[in-house]
């Protein structure tokens, strides 16, 4: 069930009916939920459901529903299994048989999206990124020739630390909307540039969760698939040159990270 992302005039008639009518309400954080319940006078009992609990407590839950306990699924806020656990418990739900019945609200990845300003018609929500910074920069990576809008969610204390990755990884000219606090009092869209964001948020204390629009890949005449740069690489290699120096060549060509197209190179079995 959708829950306010921070302005509560946005939750739904519906969702404030069903959290009066159900059995039971699992939520992420019973304490944040309790605000959310006490504004508009639901008494309905609650239970803990997050990402600590969530392998001993999907059986729990799954077990009451199955006895015909009527359960609503809420998470602190947005949509429920939208970068939370919540995932878990609906696809236990969905291979017992249990139906489930969505009660849409706001999200934070379409909330932005729509305020954005940039493409729309297509787009990949990827969530949290890696923590780790090596991580971060090899998924990264998998993204760098992707043309659609490419959403992410970040903690303001990580938001340099991944603002530099994509920098690094897909191009500090790219296009980013960072959207902080949405529906809330100091909501704010900040547009420009990956390296005009860096250079802001060096100045400014980032503050609020994070969501991040970054403009996809421009479209080439040739698409810059896996496929087509192995393909590049083997060519340069039949030349005589090591597989070091033809991703190094490569890079050049199409300013995409030699790292990247090393690791491609070596997935190359030469004849």
Known sequence: MGTPLGNLEDMTFRAIKTLQSVDLIAAEDTRHTGKLLQHFQVKTPKISYHDHNRHSRTAELVDRLQQGTSIA???????????????????????????????????????????????????????????????????????????????FYEAPHRIQKTLQD???????????????????????????TV???????????????????????????????????????????QQGISRSQASRQLAQQTDLPRRHLYQLALQIELT
């Open 195 to 237: 390296k005009a964001a860096i250079a802001h948020y060096t100045t400014t204390e980032p503050k609020g969760e994070f969501t991040l629009i970054v403009s996809g890949a421009e479209p080439n005449n040739v698409p810059l698939t896996e496929d087509v740069l192995k393909a590049e690489l083997l060519a340069l290699m």
């Open 73 to 151: 699924l809420v998470t602190d806020a947005g949509m429920p299994g939208i970068s939370d656990p919540g995932y878990e418990l609906v696809k236990a739900c969905a291979e017992s048989g249990i139906p489930i019945v969505p009660i849409p609200g706001a999200t934070a990845a379409m909330t932005a999206l729509s305020a954005s300003g940039l493409k729309s018609d297509r787009f990949a929500f990827e969530g949290f990124l890696p923590t780790k910074e090596q991580e971060r920069r090899t998924h990264l990576e998998t993204l760098i020739t992707d043309e659609r809008s490419l959403i």
């Open 166 to 192: 994509i920098a690094t990884v897909l191009g500090e000219d790219r296009q980013i909307v960072l959207a902080r606090e949405l529906t809330k009092l100091h909501e704010e869209f900040w547009r420009g």
